[in-house]
């Protein structure tokens, strides 16, 4: 066989099973075994954060109503979400990473990326790379991982959902084409509700029948820029690259109407999803800001920011939300229909939580910190904004 030199990369992508409720079952040994599900008690408002392996099989799955995952199984175990435990687990699988790959990039608390290229030499091939990932992993922390190895992040990432749980899967340059024909549309990154609906449209189920679209065709339907991103994919071109965490200087958050629009309240109500998007990522980071700032695109792209030093650091939307708001209101801002709106903060204190309310009862304080565990637990995982705190619509308030 002749030898010739590599000139593609090997990204593994580390993605942990089902991650918040086997860290319950790792702690727990009465519940292994067992439907456990993760989020909100049966009898109150609020949705699923995680479901065991044991839960799935009754139809139970993240995002859905707790009073539904209680109907489809009544014995299950509901646990509150522990976020601190956790981070606990997450940074201890960090720190195995950080021993078998030079690059390590974290995508979220429960799954990353590691640039393994390069370290046949030394550890052997991408399959036993894998192996080792997975042995130190469970020998170290106690929890299954899935683990796919490809030549970029999107190979990877498939990879790592192609076997789950406690999965390999390694795919060579030349195989990726064959990996991906038969793999639902659905798989593809940025595929939603609306474009699997455009797929239906087409009669496009597969990504070897994406293939096979004219470019023109998903252009039309699509967009120039969707299309485009979707027929890289299917053809399995994506980023090799792997870029470990630099640290943030600011988190921020804007939205762009359809319609340039003056109606306050729906402004009001847009600032407002934006920030409790803001805070949720920084407690996920463990970052309170002290300078807030408001983003204002008008007609025409004119753009304005205004921005207050608060006195104490948040982390908490509603604070941010009533700062955001009166730098609308005071700002001395254009009186033009608005674009684009957005909220940012910056200027961190590490590890600070939002200052609690002196006039509240500390149950009451217990009671909201169980609530943003929930949300937090939710947002965490996937990333979207399926709970917010009943933060008030009217402007001004």
């Known amino acids: 066989m002749t030898h010739t030199r590599q000139t593609h990369r090997w990204i593994a992508h580390v993605d942990l099973d089902a991650f918040f409720t086997s860290c319950e079952q790792l702690e727990h040994p009465e519940y292994r075994g067992l439907p456990v599900v993760v989020g909100a008690r049966p009898g109150h408002r609020g949705v699923v954060a995680a479901?065991?392996?044991?839960a799935r099989?009754?139809?139970?799955?993240?995002?859905?109503?707790?009073?539904?995952?209680?109907?489809?199984?009544?014995?299950?175990?509901?646990?509150?979400?522990d976020l601190e435990k956790y981070r606990r687990y997450s940074r201890q699988v960090f720190q195995i990473l950080e021993t078998l790959a030079p690059v390590v990039e974290a995508a979220?608390?429960?799954e990353a990326y590691l640039d393994v290229s390069g370290l046949e030499k030394l550890a052997g091939t991408p399959e036993t790379i894998g192996r080792e990932i997975k042995q130190r992993i469970h020998n170290g922390a106690g929890l299954t991982v899935s683990v796919g190895?490809?030549?970029?992040?999107?190979?990877?990432?498939?990879?790592?959902?192609?076997?789950?749980?406690?999965?390999?899967?390694?795919?060579?340059?030349?195989?990726?084409?064959?990996?991906?024909?038969?793999?639902?549309?659905?798989?593809l990154r940025g595929a939603g509700r609306e474009t699997q609906k455009i797929f239906n449209?087409?009669?496009?189920?597969?990504?070897?029948?994406?293939?096979?679209?004219?470019?023109?065709?998903?252009?039309?339907h699509l967009g120039n820029k969707a299309a485009a991103s979707f027929q890289r994919q299917a053809l399995g071109i994506a980023s090799d690259q792997v870029v470990p965490d630099r640290g943030r200087k600011s988190i921020s958050k804007e939205h762009t109407f359809a319609e340039d629009i003056r109606d306050h309240t729906l402004l009001h109500d847009t600032l407002r999803g934006l920030a409790a998007d803001v805070a949720r990522t920084a407690r996920r980071e463990g970052l309170s800001g002290t300078v807030v700032t408001l983003k204002i695109r008008f007609a025409g792209f004119e753009t304005c920011t205004r921005q207050y030093t608060r006195n104490t650091p948040s982390d908490d939307e509603r604070e941010l939300l009533k700062t955001a708001w009166q730098l609308?209101?005071?700002?001395?801002?254009?009186?033009?229909?608005?674009?684009?709106?957005?909220?940012?903060i910056s200027?961190?204190?590490?590890?600070?939580?939002?200052?609690?309310n002196l006039f509240e009862q500390p149950e009451q304080q217990q009671d909201k910190q169980q609530v943003l565990k929930t949300i937090d637990a939710v947002s965490e995982k996937f990333g979207k904004q399926l709970l917010q705190l009943g933060i008030s619509r009217k402007p001004g308030s």
């Not at 479901?51 to 044991?54: G, L, M, P, V």
């Not at 209101?329 to 684009?340: A, E, N, S, Y």
């Not at 200027?347 to 609690?356: I, L, N, R």
């Open 51 to 54: 479901a065991s392996y044991e």
């Open 57 to 81: 099989r009754f139809g139970i799955h993240s995002a859905m109503p707790i009073a539904e995952a209680f109907r489809r199984c009544p014995d299950a175990t509901f646990l509150c979400p």
């Open 108 to 110: 979220s608390i429960d």
């Open 149 to 187: 190895i490809g030549p970029n992040r999107l190979i990877a990432k498939l990879g790592s959902e192609h076997r789950k749980p406690d999965g390999l899967t390694v795919v060579a340059p030349g195989q990726v084409l064959d990996f991906l024909a038969p793999m639902p549309v659905s798989n």
């Open 201 to 220: 449209r087409l009669g496009i189920r597969t990504v070897a029948q994406l293939r096979a679209i004219p470019m023109s065709r998903l252009q039309q």
């Open 328 to 344: 609308f209101l005071d700002g001395k801002l254009p009186d033009k229909p608005v674009r684009l709106i957005g909220i940012g």
């Open 347 to 356: 200027v961190w204190e590490q590890g600070q939580p939002a200052q609690a």
